[in-house]
């Protein structure tokens, strides 16, 4: 029996094709995969969005195509920053500020990027619960993000994952950190509109002075003003205020409990007041 004779030369030429026609499908699946997700993302569906996020927190080059197949479908949204001490009540706050902004109809997304959040974990069982109220609302998506330490990534991931939300068409991202470190400052610098959240108790006035964080304040928020000290707070605060810019750029204090539900309806007015100001430039 005869055997075709190949040449070593005709096995390299068919085996390189073969490997090529291989890693062509395999782009052409990414491709595909990538188009999907994608889809899926502007229809706002949650586990597409988690699964984005999760991408662009890894990195690499996955990552990067996606975000630029994103960009084009980049929707407005307002950005609202929200930081403050461990244990000032950003998450609370977030939790029942969202019931104010489902109200008026737009659609929430948070990002969590606190290692004390409840939303990573952190928290006690009770407030956990609470939060998962909104689980079952197709118009709320929440997630937290890790800060892994790594300088200036944190913040492009949190950039990247704000714009896969947004894409997603929430309409107004409510973004939490604990605001001390760079990263976080950095995340802090991607908001529209920026909350400082203060509690009474000891140190407050140190508090605002020693962060430094006159300057990035929109609204000051007194949470907390069921406990003692709130209206001693409110005076010290109002005369920083007094003192600082002229009254129309001044940043503006909004009173909360945070666990009551008061002062929530106010502080989202107030949110979005604040956007619409700057929308005209004022
Ligand atoms: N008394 C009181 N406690 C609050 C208020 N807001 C939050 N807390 C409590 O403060 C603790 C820390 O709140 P949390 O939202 O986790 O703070 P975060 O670390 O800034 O996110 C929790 O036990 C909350 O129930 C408030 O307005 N009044
Ligand atoms: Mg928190």
């Known amino acids: ?52 996020i999760s991408l662009v927190e890894n990195g690499g080059a996955g990552a990067r195509e996606l975000m630029r197949s994103i960009r084009p479908h980049r929707q407005e949204a307002l950005v609202v920053g929200v930081t403050g001490a461990p244990g000032s009540g950003k998450s609370t706050l977030i939790d029942r500020l969202i019931d104010p902004l489902r109200r008026k109809g737009m659609k929430v997304g948070v990002l969590a990027i606190d290692p004390s959040s409840p939303f990573t974990g952190g928290a006690v069982l009770g ?42 068409k929430k309409e107004v991202i409510l973004v939490e950190t604990v605001g001390v470190g760079q990263g976080e400052v950095e995340v802090i610098e991607l908001a529209d509109v920026v909350l400082v959240v203060l509690t009474p108790g000891a140190g407050d006035d140190i508090q605002v002075f020693k962060a430094g964080i006159m300057e990035i304040a929109d609204i000051f928020v007194l949470n907390k003003s069921d406990q003692p000290g709130a209206e001693k707070l409110e005076i010290q605060l109002k005369g920083m205020l007094e003192m600082g810019a002229e009254e129309a750029k001044r940043p503006s204090l909004v009173k909360t409990s945070a ?14 007041r604040f956007s619409a100001r700057r929308m005209v430039g004022c």
């Open 1 to 52: 029996m005869n055997f075709p004779v190949m040449s070593p030369k005709s096995d390299i030429r068919s085996g390189c094709r073969a490997l090529l026609i291989r890693r062509k499908a395999k782009s052409m699946m990414e491709e595909m995969r990538r188009m999907t997700l994608l889809k899926e993302i502007l229809d706002g569906q949650a586990r597409a969005v988690g699964r984005a």
């Open 127 to 168: 407030d956990r619960i609470r939060m998962m109220r909104h689980s079952t609302d197709p118009g709320v998506f929440i997630r937290s993000m890790a800060a892994r330490g790594h300088m200036g990534g944190l913040a492009k991931a949190a950039g990247d994952a704000v714009a896969i939300l947004a894409a997603s």
């Open 259 to 272: 666990t009551e539900g008061k002062g929530l309806v106010r502080l989202a007015q107030e949110i979005l």
